[in-house]
């Protein structure tokens, strides 16, 4: 998919040197699944910040990376962009990458059997012959499609989580987190 396709130049995206009529095969914010032809997102997570694996992306096929704007020194063939919030443009690039969705997504949140609950409703469907995904804890299961393994976050990052809505099947359960709002 060429670059321009993939994201929304604007206000909130420039291009700062580079093609932006690119052929994009793969996208990725973790630089140890980078391909030749990806797209890398530099995120800066709690604990890591993706702008440290810029060089490691490009020595392993990234021929674009997404960034906060940070000065960063790359060579002139691969293009750089930045934007306002790369977490968020980046998923919304994986959603026009991945666009195949599920006819129904449920999300299961709650205190405890997130997780169980999702793989219950899952089999259940699967069962009654209904494809069905779930997506939690264990990772994305299915068991006629795809079986991605635990990516090892509770909250599957946006590649992650495209790439399974991307399957053929009628219906996704996915493991959802709370979090409790304190107001004062």
Same mark, same amino acid.
């Not at 604990?47 to 990234?62: E, L, M, Q, T, Y």
């Not at 259940?124 to 299915?142: D, H, P």
């Not at 976050?153 to 979090?179: D, G, R, V, W």
């Given at each position: 998919? *060429? ?13 700062? *040197? ?7 095969? +793969? ?10 032809? /990806?797209?890398?997102a530099a995120?800066?997570?709690?604990? !890591?910040?993706? +702008? ?13 990376i997404? &960034? ?6 790359? %060579?002139?063939?691969?293009s750089?962009?930045?934007?306002n919030n ?19 997504? !449920? =999300?299961?949140? =709650? ?5 169980? &609950? !999702?793989?219950?409703?899952? *089999? ?9 995904? /779930? !997506?939690g &804890?264990?990772?994305?299961? /299915? ?12 909250? %599957? ?19 959802q987190?709370?979090?409790?709002l304190?107001?004062?």
């Amino acid at each position: 998919m *060429q670059l321009t396709n993939l994201l929304n130049f604007s206000d909130s995206i420039k291009i700062v *040197q580079g093609d932006k009529n690119i052929d994009i095969t +793969h996208l990725t914010s973790d630089s140890r699944d980078v391909q030749q032809g /990806s797209l890398f997102a530099a995120i800066s997570g709690e604990k !890591v910040d993706g +702008h440290k694996f810029i060089n490691s992306a490009i020595r392993k096929g990234a021929i674009a990376i997404l &960034t906060d704007g940070r000065d960063v020194e790359v %060579p002139k063939t691969v293009s750089v962009l930045t934007a306002n919030n790369v977490r968020r443009e980046f998923a919304k690039a994986c959603a026009r990458f991945w666009s195949l969705r599920p006819n129904f997504l !449920v =999300g299961v949140t =709650g205190t405890n059997g997130k997780t169980s &609950t !999702v793989e219950f409703l899952r *089999q259940i469907w699967e069962r009654n012959t209904w494809n069905a995904v /779930s !997506v939690g &804890t264990l990772g994305v299961r /299915s068991s006629s499609k795809l079986n991605l393994p635990f990516s090892g976050l509770t909250t %599957p990052s946006s590649e992650y989580l495209f790439s399974a809505l991307n399957i053929f099947c009628k219906i996704i359960f996915l493991m959802q987190l709370s979090k409790l709002l304190v107001t004062g």
